[in-house]
């Protein structure tokens, strides 16, 4: 089956200081790749969608300069939290779709600002 | 933003009861999808339903499509320990493959 894998699976690190989170796709080419962030106890809330080659589309609500989204092949796409604050601790999901209509969901990766 | 009406919020329940949850909509989806995921994981797919009034089966578990496409529910068979986990209810946007979710059902096994 579809793999998609996310680095690190854990960071702490300092209030403003930017940390990047890695997606990939292992064995699948990606059309699309989306970033989530799920608080405790919530549903996941879509932050952005990316396509490979162009700019992010970003939800409503969500600072496209403080979260910098790079999708630069087919198979990476990258989040960048910069100058993060302890607000933005949470719990960060990535998944990445083919040609249907399936994503695939990476593991997660937990931020934690102090 | 939008989102799916998932119910319950939680379930306590007794090793080898039957577990059922529903989610509803106000507008149409093509494609819902049920997912679970577990502690510290991304969801997982468990069942993805395409027709109006499709009962689908995968193991113990059995979704069905709501005939108006605004509805479905998911019910577990003679639940096991492993079955612990957040349910999660999905509508698929086919404008642009976007996942509207619901609130997510938290399932409990007693010991």
């Known amino acids: 089956g579809a793999v998609v894998s996310q680095h690190p699976s854990r960071v702490i690190c300092k209030s403003g200081t930017s940390v990047k989170i890695e997606c990939r796709s292992l064995?699948?080419?990606?059309?699309?790749m989306f970033w989530y962030r799920q608080f405790p106890k919530q549903s996941l809330m879509l932050m952005a969608t990316?396509?490979?080659?162009?700019?992010?589309?970003?939800e409503q609500g969500v600072e496209k300069d403080k979260f910098l989204i790079n999708h630069a092949s087919l198979t990476l796409s990258t989040l960048t939290v910069t100058s993060a604050h302890p607000e933005d601790s949470s719990f960060y999901i990535c998944?990445?779709?083919?040609?249907?209509?399936?994503?695939?969901f990476g593991p997660g990766t937990r931020l934690t600002v102090t | 933003g939008q989102q799916l009406n998932q119910s319950p919020q939680s379930m306590f329940i007794q090793e080898g009861e039957d577990v059922s949850m529903n989610c509803t909509s106000s507008?149409?989806?093509?494609?819902w999808l049920w997912y679970k995921q577990e502690p510290g994981e991304g969801p997982v797919l468990l069942i993805a339903?395409?027709?109006a009034g499709e009962l689908t089966s995968n193991g113990r578990l059995t979704a069905q499509f709501g005939i108006t496409r605004k509805d479905s529910f998911l019910n577990i068979s003679a639940s096991i320990p492993s079955d612990v986990g957040i349910y999660f209810c999905?509508?698929?946007?086919?404008?642009?493959?976007?996942?509207?979710w619901g609130a997510g059902t938290k399932l409990i096994i007693k010991p």
């Open positions: 507008s149409i989806f093509n494609t």
């Open positions: 990316s396509n490979e080659g162009s700019k992010a589309t970003y």
């Open positions: 064995d699948f080419q990606a059309t699309t």
């Open positions: 999905a509508g698929l946007e086919d404008s642009n493959y976007q996942l509207i």
């Open positions: 998944s990445a779709r083919d040609q249907g209509y399936e994503q695939y």
């Open positions: 339903l395409y027709k």
